[in-house]
């Protein structure tokens, strides 16, 4: 297992001290950084999806607003 060592400010070090002093807070720092990891990873996944997204729409053909109102229209009962 690996050693981290990275400066807090005081504030959130006591409060985080007395909120889990009864706790492995080395466990809880290893969950926390394992929650940051999974969120930054979303938040690649969705900007790949959004660039890929524009990308595709570059080569889409145009559609005029009467297309589409046909379209609507054709796809109602």
């Not at 889990?20 to 950084?33: H, P, T, V």
């Not at 929650?35 to 559609?63: D, G, T």
């Amino acid at each position: 297992m690996a050693t981290v060592n990275f400066s807090v400010p005081d504030d959130v070090k006591a409060a985080f001290n007395e909120m889990f002093n009864d706790r492995n807070k080395s466990a809880i720092i290893a969950d926390l950084m394992r929650e940051a990891v999974e969120r930054a990873q979303r938040k690649q996944r969705s900007h790949e999806a959004i660039v890929s997204i524009l990308e595709r729409r570059k080569n889409a053909p145009a559609i005029s607003e009467d297309q589409i109102r046909a379209a609507r229209e054709d796809g109602r009962p």
